[in-house]
């Protein structure tokens, strides 16, 4: 076995021997850390890539306009206090380290920001706005990472001659390898896998077994258990292409959508609130979720795929449904985390529309984009007038009905063209009245107030009664300056609507004067020689289906990214996913039906030694199950799943606002059996099982979970309700499919249900010990019932039920 991911049990098994266990009781202790051990899995040891673009878009920037005048070495630091690296802020000044690693509240930097009496106020001529030091929280709490520790004040690169990095350069189809071993490749995917091994000195390992191959194969395209009649009909089906039917039967079920789109949404940071600091429910965002369901389920062409999330609604159709659909995708656009009380309108938006360039250009390019906010990007070919010239696009697009405290964000109506009328004149109303209650323009007598602050109330359940879709509509089209240094009170040159043509240069692009640009823009994006876009979507597929990706940085392919691994597949993928017409579902055919995708995940110590972190694909990559799959898994093996889909997250028709942790912890809001993609997605409150198994900040990019392995993980799996009603009901369950209670039946049908396989002999002698045992303890409770909850309970906290081979 290759190593034990049972460190987190052991201090809980261990407790037997001081709680005054009988020895019966400590023998069946003892059963239960056996069958851990047999059942187990290797642990999984992440090294998550360090992102360094939060830094460069939130926390740099600041340290240059507010910082460096006295922060550097020269003659007005009079602290001792450099800001240049951050080597500098852990060695600190006269006054101590400014940093405790990963601890705001003990660091002196963020306590001097925060203008705490204890310590000297900085800056100290005008505190930092609060969504600046709560980026520096962040920062920190992240580890402050730093760019290779190098100095904030190093030479800027020139962008316009930095574009010869490897993801800058034309896609092309590579020539396929002439292989020897025409035995193992069985399709090109594979031919380039094997030339990498063979320079390596490598070989792949077997393929896997049949039940593992198809409980691979389903939580991979489903994100949910294999059931035991699906187990049963792959293994028993002999024929060559057993395999490619149960490919085909699983892209073609609508929990194939559900998984991917699941999958999308953490790249797109999607929320079902706003964050921040009125924490307000997005209580249309769904319509945006379903549409990802939809258009995962119908395979709709990823060229398409991302113009109508960028533009759909200035997009041309002769379906009325096609461009309904096309308009709720511009909820991409929407959905990010906003100031909404911030007082300062230009900043505001600007902040927006910061949060749309950084989003579009990482899930779609890559690129951060956002770190040229207020200098030439320092490592990628984007130059600050690129930045401004793309900002200039969403500045001629309305996401918001006004920028000031109490900010509102655009809606459309769902229904007919009355229904935006009605919507209109309730917007009208509700400035008003806003205007009167909340900015405080209303002079009058305390009851007359009153009857205003009534009335605004009734207006905003009118208001969210109508269905609405969170969608863009082009606004006053409009150029920007170059904001010198990021400070919009401080203004350069005019930038005309453009975009990076040192990333891509299309002859064919242009902005016509009377629009936005957002329609060109997603043209220019999803042109099929655009080098980015589709080795970005190629590589996070691969991620997708083989745990890590080619490329280890998938939403950085700058200079901060990583290599990729194998660079002509890549290639070679992304050009034969523009030849087939974009499809993902064919894509995902074409990489499952190699011997790649079905090599088992069986350790090799000669060639762990040669490539450790498996970057050769010598064999498959194990992981853990995502916090959504295992939720979905317990409820599914347990007969619970709700697999009714679609629909609105919260069931209130008024504006909510989700301030205390209270409200944010409410447990009503996730009692829902449906599939996890549908439970609600709260900022500053993420479900608790979520967070628990990695789920990933919703307000950022996240195309890459991080993976820990933490004792709190192994408490749930043995303690939390949820584990047990799935045990007790499973249990039941079992009871009921066998003939006068057999043992060896009943355990099969909990470990299929379970495992997708039948107990071991060792397993089953065991298991039929502890059976016996069990119900003649002194507890009060204690049943043979009881017994079978027990068994049921270990199988689901072991390693082979939470990861997946």
């Not at 395999?243 to 789109?261: C, D, M, N, Q, V």
Request: with cysteine.
């Amino acid at each position: 076995m290759e190593g034990n991911s049972l460190v987190c049990w052991f201090p809980l098994i261990r407790m037997q021997s001081c709680m005054g266990y009988s020895p019966v009781q400590s023998r069946c202790w003892s059963v239960l850390v056996v069958l851990l051990i047999v059942t187990g899995v290797p642990q999984l040891i992440a090294e998550e890539q360090v992102d360094f673009s939060f830094f460069e878009r939130r926390i740099r920037p600041v340290l240059t306009e507010r910082c460096y005048r006295c922060h550097l070495k020269n003659k007005d630091n009079k602290s001792g206090l450099m800001l240049d690296s951050r080597r500098a802020l852990f060695r600190g000044g006269r006054s101590g380290p400014a940093l405790v690693d990963g601890d705001p509240g003990a660091s002196l930097l963020i306590r001097a920001i925060r203008h705490e009496p204890s310590v000297a106020s900085m800056p100290p001529d005008q505190k930092l706005s609060k969504s600046e030091v709560q980026a520096f929280v962040t920062w920190v709490r992240q580890g402050s990472p730093w760019p290779k520790n190098e100095p904030t004040t190093r030479s800027l690169t020139n962008p316009n001659q930095s574009n010869e990095f490897w993801s800058f350069q034309p896609v092309t189809k590579p020539a396929v390898p002439g292989m020897d071993d025409s035995a193992w490749v069985r399709s090109p995917v594979d031919a380039f896998v094997l030339k990498g091994l063979q320079a390596s000195g490598l070989k792949p390992v077997p393929p896997a077994d049949r039940r593992q191959l198809i409980r691979r194969a389903t939580l991979d395209l489903h994100g949910v258990l294999p059931s035991p009649d699906s187990v049963n009909a792959f293994v028993k089906d002999l024929s060559p292409r057993a395999f490619e039917t149960l490919i085909e039967r699983l892209l073609a079920s609508p929990r194939y959508g559900e998984r991917w789109a699941r999958r999308w949404m953490d790249v797109v940071r999607y929320a079902d609130s706003n964050g921040m600091d009125d924490n307000m429910t997005y209580a249309d965002a769904w319509r945006y979720r379903d549409y990802l369901v939809q258009a995962f389920n119908e395979d709709k062409p990823y060229d398409h795929f991302v113009r109508e999330q960028i533009a759909g609604d200035l997009m041309s159709f002769d379906d009325p449904d096609a461009a309904h659909h096309a308009t709720v995708a511009t909820g991409f656009l929407m959905i990010g985390p906003k100031m909404l009380a911030e007082d300062d309108p230009v900043k505001q938006r600007m902040d927006i529309i910061d949060d749309q360039l950084d989003t579009l250009g990482r899930a779609f390019m890559g690129l951060t984009i956002g770190c040229a906010r207020c200098h030439d990007h320092k490592f990628d070919p984007i130059s600050t007038e690129d930045y401004y010239g793309l900002a200039g696009i969403f500045l001629s697009t309305r996401v918001m009905l006004s920028y000031r405290v109490d900010s509102k964000w655009n809606s459309i109506a769902g229904g007919t063209a009355r229904g935006n009328e009605k919507l209109e004149q309730l917007e009208r109303e509700l400035d008003r009245l806003d205007a009167a209650v909340v900015l405080g323009d209303f002079v009058g007598k305390a009851e007359e107030k009153k009857a205003l602050t009534d009335e605004l109330a009734r207006v905003k359940e009118q208001y969210a009664a109508i269905p609405k879709i969170m969608a863009t509509e082009d606004d006053r089209v409009q150029d920007l300056e170059v904001f010198l240094g990021g400070n919009h009170l401080t203004r350069g040159d005019l930038v005309e609507r453009r975009f990076p043509s040192s990333i891509f240069a299309d002859q064919g692009a242009f902005i016509p004067k009377d629009q936005s640009g957002r329609l060109q823009l997603a043209d220019w994006m999803t042109h099929p020689d655009h080098p980015l876009t589709t080795r970005v979507i190629v590589n996070r597929i691969w991620q997708a289906l083989f745990q890590e990706p080619l490329v280890r940085s998938p939403d950085n392919f700058g200079r901060l990214g990583q290599m990729p691994d194998n660079a002509a597949l890549l290639d070679w993928l992304a050009r034969e996913f523009v030849d087939s017409g974009w499809s993902i579902k064919d894509l995902c055919r074409r990489i499952m039906l190699t011997n790649t995708y079905q090599m088992s995940s069986v350790f090799q110590r000669k060639a762990y030694a040669l490539d450790p972190d498996n970057r050769m694909q010598w064999r498959h990559n194990r992981r853990r199950m995502q916090a959504e799959e295992l939720r979905d898994s317990l409820l599914s093996v347990s007969g619970q799943i709700d697999l009714m889909m679609g629909g609105a997250v919260f069931e209130s028709d008024k504006i909510l606002v989700i301030l205390s942790a209270s409200s944010l912890k409410d447990p009503s809001l996730f009692e829902s059996k449906r599939r996890s993609v549908y439970l609600p997605v709260l900022r500053s409150g993420v479900y608790d099982v979520f967070s628990a198994f990695d789920f990933p900040d919703p307000a950022v990019v996240n195309g890459r979970r991080g993976q820990t392995t933490v004792a709190p993980q192994a408490l749930f799996m043995m303690n939390d309700m949820m584990v047990h009603e799935a045990a007790r009901l499973l249990a039941r369950d079992s009871a009921e499919t066998v003939v006068q209670d057999r043992f060896e039946d009943r355990l099969t049908t909990i470990y299929m249900q379970v495992y997708s396989r039948f107990p071991t002999s060792q397993e089953r002698l065991l298991w039929k010990q502890f059976i016996d045992r069990y119900p003649n303890e002194s507890h009060k409770g204690r049943n043979l019932e009881s017994a079978w909850e027990a068994v049921v309970r270990v199988l689901l906290a072991s390693n082979e039920f939470v990861y997946v081979d």
